[in-house]
């Protein structure tokens, strides 16, 4: 009973939110250059009123299935150019952090670290944000042991729909 109290209540208040601030969903595609190439699709999303842009992860490796979620603070979003009448061209620089959950071979490893996006978003009108950006990460292994994680860079090619 309680769950379905805060399901509503949840429901209820991003319901009464979507009124005062704009909300962008989309997907996105990643592919990650490190030691080694994997690719996934994420859910990313965004308010407008405040520069934090998250995203949930799902990773198509071999013998691993991976989740993961990421959130970005844009420390700079700035226009390069007007690209025709309904169009602005940005380019964007932030910090943020990662968490990966992978089940290789009946097993669990976590890691997360710290990240940095810097890459190009455009709104085309004020209802559709086509972006592309490159995240150099790094970070620690966690579980099953202590360990530094690799180095790697996602980059991700993507688009968010705007609703007010």
């Excluded at 490796?61 to 169009?87: C, H, M, P, R």
């Amino acid at each position: 009973m309680k769950a379905k109290v805060l399901v509503l209540a949840a429901v209820l208040l991003v319901a009464a939110a979507s009124g005062v601030f704009a909300f962008g969903i989309g997907l996105q595609y990643n592919g990650n250059a490190g030691d080694d190439y994997y690719s996934g699709v994420a859910v990313t999303f965004k308010v407008d009123s405040i520069p934090l842009i998250f995203a949930v992860n799902w990773s198509f490796v071999e013998d691993s299935t991976q989740f993961g979620i990421t959130g970005d603070y844009w420390i700079l979003n700035d226009k390069i150019t007007n690209v025709g009448s309904s169009a602005s061209l940005n380019w964007f620089i932030g910090v943020g952090f990662f968490a990966d959950f992978a089940f290789p071979d009946d097993e669990f490893v976590f890691q997360g670290g710290v990240r940095v996006p810097v890459g190009l978003n455009m709104f085309v009108g004020k209802v559709f944000e086509p972006f592309l950006m490159v995240a150099p990460s790094f970070g620690v292994q966690l579980v099953p042991q202590l360990d530094m994680a690799d180095i790697f860079f996602p980059i991700s090619a993507g688009f968010r729909f705007w609703f007010k």
